[in-house]
């Protein structure tokens, strides 16, 4: 095949797979989010925060959730055939129920002097200091959005090389010579 051809195979318009009813992608997004929920449930029992003056826990989660996203996103933009449920499932549902930024507020709250916090304070972390907990939502915003970002460029790396070697043998969904 010249290298005219198989340009002009690629392209060509993608044949459009049906698209995953609304009823199935909420059934799936509802089932990965309670296990993303319980997924964090177990890391949080396996490593409590309560007794840390630094919920290192949380972090890690956050971390975590945010380089797996990145993956995710990363690899499915370099496979334009991945399944439209797999980023909603697994971004929306799972990740986002596992990575838990509302805690990154209720972990900076007892630090904050006021009487609706005080509760917090005796159950969460022992007395985490101003600068400790500034320090905490600095490392959670910019390593969060660090590790989305090694995710991506990640996933880029080798999906998206993957993608280009496929491209370049001329590959297409109607078979290998594009008939």
């Known amino acids: 095949m010249s290298s005219s051809a198989s340009t002009a195979a690629h392209r060509r318009p993608r044949p459009k797979r049906p698209a995953t009813s609304l009823t199935v992608l909420v059934l799936l997004v509802a089932l990965a989010g309670a296990g993303g929920a319980l997924l964090r449930l177990v890391v949080g029992e396996l490593i409590p925060e309560q007794g840390m003056k630094f919920p290192w826990t949380t972090l890690a989660i956050n971390l975590s959730g945010s380089g797996l996203l990145g993956l995710l996103i990363g ?33 900076v709250m007892p630090s904050m002097p006021g009487a609706a916090y005080d509760g917090l304070r005796v159950v969460t972390y022992v007395s985490p200091g101003a600068m400790e907990m500034l320090t905490y939502l600095f490392i959670s915003v910019l390593g969060s959005t660090a590790a989305a970002a090694a995710g991506l460029t990640i996933s880029r790396a080798l999906f998206g090389q993957l993608g280009a070697e496929s491209a370049d043998l001329g590959v297409s969904s109607e078979g290998p010579h594009g008939s």
């Open 75 to 107: 690899a499915a933009r370099a496979r334009p055939s991945t399944p439209d449920w797999v980023v909603p499932t697994f971004g929306t549902g799972l990740l986002a129920s596992y990575t838990t930024f509302s805690a990154v507020i209720l972990a």
